[in-house]
């Protein structure tokens, strides 16, 4: 079986049904096209524990992997407080609520007189 290299967008629709399965909450996604090289989407997520954080982050990497052949870079797993997955199109962050409050990442990314929505 061949494995087709994904666009952004079908890496970004896999990420947040991933997301969604795993009951993560607050979930934003964020258009970094035009704003940066690092990626073409940015997604925050919360998980309710270090557990269901750490939980998260590993099955989106296998479904990731799985699906498309898609090796991540994962960062922060074993603590469960802040775990960050780059897909390479498309960065992940899945926090604890305490810690997503304390760094506001979504701040950093909107436009000025921009809020950024929940999906």
Do not use: C
């Amino acid at each position: 079986m061949t494995m087709q290299t994904p666009t952004s967008d079908s890496t970004l629709a896999a990420v947040l049904k991933s997301l969604d399965e795993d009951k993560a909450e607050d979930v934003v996604q964020i258009d970094l096209r035009g704003k940066s090289e690092m990626g073409d989407h940015m997604v925050i997520a919360s998980g309710r524990s270090s557990r269901q954080v750490a939980s998260i982050a590993e099955k989106l990497t296998e479904r990731l992997k799985q699906s498309f052949g898609i090796l991540s870079k994962v960062e922060g797993r074993a603590a469960g407080d802040w775990v960050l997955i780059d897909t390479g199109d498309v960065i992940v962050h899945v926090f604890r609520p305490e810690v997503r409050e304390f760094y506001q990442l979504e701040k950093m990314w909107q436009t000025p007189g921009e809020t950024v929505e929940a999906q």
